[in-house]
């Protein structure tokens, strides 16, 4: 799992290297937080799902909202408001 959360600190700009014991550990608790909220979305998500859906309908459905997440939010002329 450390392999995962330093991956996700170097993706945000943290050099895991520079942060002190503090900060690794609640870089290390927002991780677990955050991929627990992650995984209960994709739960919720398959729990929508139908019995005639195939599974690779659950894969889609999980990209397309974690997809949707990443984009920055926009003015109806297109302009970017915020990043989320």
Same mark, same amino acid.
């Given at each position: 799992?450390?392999?995962?959360? !330093? #991956?996700a600190a170097k993706e945000a700009g943290f050099d895991w290297a520079d942060?002190?014991? +503090?900060?690794?550990?609640?870089?290390?608790?927002?991780?677990? !937080?955050?991929?627990?909220? =992650?995984?209960?979305?994709?739960? /919720?998500?398959? /729990? =929508? +799902?139908?019995?005639?859906?195939?599974?690779?309908?659950?894969?889609?459905? !999980?990209?397309? /909202?974690?997809?949707?997440q990443n984009q920055p939010k926009t003015t109806h002329d297109g302009s970017?408001?915020? #990043?989320?």
């Open positions: 799992m450390t392999d995962h959360i !330093i #991956k942060l002190g014991v +503090q900060d690794r550990l609640a870089f290390e608790r927002f991780y677990a !937080i955050a991929y627990r909220a =992650g995984m209960e979305r994709a739960a /919720e998500i398959c /729990e =929508g +799902q139908h019995e005639e859906d195939r599974p690779g309908d659950y894969a889609y459905a !999980i990209r397309a /909202e974690a997809h949707a970017v408001v915020s #990043k989320n």
